[in-house]
């Protein structure tokens, strides 16, 4: 069974840093694709950034230059590193997997962890 764990999160003021991280077990990192979204109240869910299969990443234009995705494959774990943290940041954040199992592409998701960003 997959399973993904987020933490991190916080309150932090703007222009200030958070780390988060996505425990991720069931899978093998290295080889899935995992991606942090955010969801703030009253928004849709969006994408902040991908790794593909621990190496290729891609941006949402608004992070782009502030924020980082990386992974440790020994650990199965990603990273999201938030630097120059603005309010419109404030948001749940998720992080998600997309993986094959017995011919099937399936994803999975965490359970979040906020991130509050005050001005």
């Known amino acids: 069974q997959v399973q993904l764990v987020e933490s991190g999160g916080g309150l932090v003021p703007a222009g200030g840093s958070l780390r988060l991280s996505c425990a991720a077990s069931?899978?093998?990192?290295?080889?899935?694709?995992m991606g942090w979204y955010r969801q703030a109240p009253g928004k849709q869910r969006e994408l902040v950034a991908t790794?593909?299969?621990?190496?290729?990443?891609d941006y949402a234009d608004p992070v782009k230059g502030r924020f980082t995705i990386s992974g440790d494959n020994a650990k199965n774990t990603a990273f999201l590193q938030m630097n120059s943290l603005k309010p419109e940041d404030t948001a749940v954040y998720y992080c998600?997997?997309?993986?094959?199992?017995?011919?099937?592409?399936?994803?999975?998701w965490g359970r979040g962890t906020q991130v509050t960003v005050s001005s």
């Open positions: 998600k997997t997309v993986y094959e199992s017995g011919g099937h592409t399936l994803a999975s």
């Open positions: 790794i593909i299969r621990g190496g290729r990443t």
């Open positions: 069931g899978i093998d990192f290295s080889i899935v694709t």
